[in-house]
C-alpha cells in the first residue's frame, strides 16, 4: 500500500511551515491516535479506538489490551507483526505495535 499522509502533528500541536499547515507521513500518528482513542471519539468510526488510557495505573491483562489493539490496527488496514505491550519497572506501558502498511 502506499505511504499515507495526513497535516502533520507534534504532540497533538498542528505543525505550519511558511504559515500553511504542514503534510506528512501519517501511519504513526493515526496507529498513536487509534491507541489513545476511546470508542465513540470519532462520529465517522464510532466503535473504532483501544483507550488505552483506561488501563493505565490499574492491574490490567496486557495480552487483552494487546487483542484489542491488534484488531483495531487491522482493521484500519496495518499488519502487525508481532505487537508487544509490557511494564516498565516504574510501571509505565511501552506499546510496540510493530506495524506494516497493507
Known amino acids: 500500500m502506499a505511504v499515507r499522509y495526513d497535516i502533520a502533528l ?3 500541536d ?3 511551515r511558511n504559515g ?3 503534510v506528512a507521513e501519517s501511519d504513526q500518528q493515526h496507529c498513536i491516535d487509534t491507541i489513545n482513542a476511546f470508542p465513540g471519539w ?3 468510526n464510532p ?3 483501544v483507550g488505552i488510557m483506561a488501563y493505565s495505573k490499574s492491574p490490567s491483562d496486557l495480552q487483552a489490551i494487546t487483542q484489542k489493539m491488534r484488531i ?3 482493521s484500519d488496514g496495518y499488519q502487525l507483526k508481532s505487537p508487544s505491550i509490557t511494564l516498565s519497572p516504574s510501571g509505565q506501558m511501552i506499546i510496540n505495535p510493530n506495524i506494516e502498511s497493507v
Open 14 to 16: 498542528l505543525l505550519f
Open 42 to 44: 470519532w462520529k465517522e
Open 72 to 74: 483495531e490496527l487491522q
Open 20 to 22: 500553511d499547515l504542514l
Open 10 to 12: 507534534d504532540n497533538n
Open 47 to 49: 466503535l473504532d479506538g
